[in-house]
Each structure stands twice: as C-alpha cells, then as structure tokens.
C-alpha cells in the first residue's frame, strides 16, 4: 500500500527558509516521478514542482521559481522541497504526490508565513 507522509511545515516570518519532506513507502519510489502540490485557505490545489524518477529533471510553478527546489534521496525513499524567500502567499497546505501505481496523495503538512 502507497504511504506519503509530509513533513517539516510550520510558522515562519516572512523571507524566512523551511525545507519540507515527504517519506514514501509502498512502491518503488527510485522508479517514480514525484510532484509537491500546495493548497492555499480557500483556494483550489495548484502544482509546485515536480522531478524524474532519477532527479535529472525539474520543473516549478511559475509562483515559486528561484525560491523552492525540489530533490529526492532514493536512498532514504525521500522527497523534500526546500523554500526560501517565503511569502505570505506561500501560506499553503503542502502535499506530495506520486501517480505510481495510481493516484496517491499525503494528508499535508501545514505552512504558515507571516507579514
């Protein structure tokens, strides 16, 4: 059974850094491509960022380029998604995301940025 379970949200300042993380289990994770989505209070759930099975490639929304990046350790079964430069609208509900073996989704880890 597919399990995502993010990690390392929190209350920051704005301009302030969080890296995130998601722990996979289930399926082979160093043969699947990964995605963070992120869904802001009230908002629909918008793409983040994305990386091929072996982090050769990358790809970011338009709202966070330069400031997060994503990378994995197929070693430890690990996705992160480090961001700097927070802002108040990084304010989100951060999920990961694999489509190996179906669709599957985390429960979240929350992020805060305050003005």
């Known amino acids: 059974q597919v399990h995502l379970v993010e990690s390392g949200g929190g209350l920051v300042q704005f301009g302030g850094s969080l890296r995130l993380s998601c722990s996979a289990s289930?399926?082979?994770?160093?043969?699947?491509?990964m995605r963070w989505y992120r869904q802001p209070p009230g908002k629909e759930r918008e793409f983040v960022a994305e990386?091929?099975?072996?982090?050769?490639?990358?790809a970011y929304g338009d709202s966070v380029k330069g400031r997060f990046t994503i990378s994995r350790d197929n070693g430890r079964n690990t996705l992160y998604l480090q961001m700097n430069g927070l802002k108040p609208e990084d304010t989100a509900m951060y999920y990961c995301?694999?489509?190996?073996?179906?669709?599957?989704w985390g429960r979240g880890t929350t992020v805060t940025v305050s003005s």
């Open positions: 995301y694999t489509n190996a073996v179906g669709d599957h």
């Open positions: 289930g399926f082979h994770f160093m043969s699947s491509g």
């Open positions: 990386i091929t099975a072996d982090a050769s490639r990358t």
